[in-house]
């Protein structure tokens, strides 16, 4: 529950290249509130200055948060309102924020989302794959060793795929994409969003992974890869599949679980399964 004497904090997002992408409403919250916690005070100064906003500001990074939060949470029990921005897009969205949004939750403060630009969803909503589905990965790991681990556990998920990636690790992640989850996967490559050089690549992982060589543009500026899921396995392989995990699930588990668990583990429908169960677990009863 909300303290009604503790001030607000305000999660706003700010633009990630496009500053006509800044909104009036956070335009207004970062002018009226006490202090704003930056990622980088000197870039989000830039922004405050073109704005003409002359709130002060106080850094808050990867670093610094889990000491300076105490510090922050205080200030807004004593009745300050604070912002809380990124250096570009929402806060939090892989950049610092989560420690300070946990503790004031924890603290009974009220926490009021200012919303405006992500560069993972503005990605994903160009990218031409599907959209009803998707799984935000972050950054891939900086190691080869365990990026590949972590392609590989993702081989089977059926939702689109969305990862953020630094220019100079582009190539090697996008090969590593192409080898852990197979060539001619549909894929997009956003660079430099909202902003002048703003490009977007599509084609499989394979004709990608050309392109990234070829194209000295390709690495540059911050980029989205978005990754179509796993296609669904051919009508008859599925099946045969389906009932195979289903036969082992039956024989430990409840139908409604094991049918739950199914889903889960193969990608397919919650009602799909069901049905599969039910149909085995007559057979069973009838044999």
């Known amino acids: 529950m909300a303290n009604s004497a503790a001030g607000r904090l305000y999660v706003v997002a ?5 500053l006509g992408d800044f909104s009036p409403r956070a335009g207004d919250t970062l002018r009226t509130c006490s202090l704003i916690a930056a990622e980088d005070t000197r870039h989000t100064g830039t922004l ?5 906003i002359a709130t002060p500001t106080v850094s808050l990074h ?9 510090e922050l949470i205080a200030r807004m029990q004593a009745g300050e309102s604070i912002a809380l921005v990124s250096d570009a897009g929402t806060p939090a969205i892989s950049d610092p924020g989560y420690e300070l949004v946990g503790a004031a939750a924890a603290a009974g403060i009220e926490i009021v989302a200012i919303p405006g630009p992500c560069a993972a969803l503005a990605a994903v909503s160009i990218a031409a794959l599907p959209t009803d589905r998707f799984c935000f990965e972050g950054f891939l790991p900086a190691r080869a060793a365990a990026r590949r681990a972590r392609l590989e556990s993702l081989g089977a998920e059926v939702r689109t795929l969305v990862f953020y990636e630094s220019p100079h690790r582009i190539v090697d992640a996008l090969e590593d994409c192409r080898d852990s989850l197979g060539p ?3 894929a997009a490559v956003a660079r430099e969003l909202t902003k002048l050089h703003e ?3 599509r084609g499989s992982l394979a004709e990608l992974c050309v392109r990234s060589r070829l194209d000295a543009d390709f690495a540059r ?5 978005v990754i179509a899921g796993r296609p669904p396995a051919p009508p008859q392989q599925g099946c045969a599949e389906l009932d195979r995990v289903l036969g ?3 024989a430990e588990l409840p139908l409604k679980q094991a049918a739950r668990l199914a889903a889960q583990l193969l990608g397919v429908r919650d009602n799909e399964a069901y049905k599969s169960a039910l149909r085995l677990k007559q057979e069973s009863g009838s044999s």
């Not at 405050?48 to 003409?52: D, I, M, S, V």
């Not at 500026?221 to 890869?225: K, L, M």
């Open 248 to 250: 082992l699930l039956l």
């Open 14 to 18: 700010t633009p990630i290249g496009n």
């Open 221 to 225: 500026g911050e980029i989205v890869i």
């Open 184 to 186: 001619e996967r549909r």
């Open 48 to 52: 405050l200055r073109h704005f003409g």
């Open 62 to 70: 990867d670093h610094n948060e889990r000491q300076r939060s105490p």
């Open 199 to 201: 490009s977007l690549y």
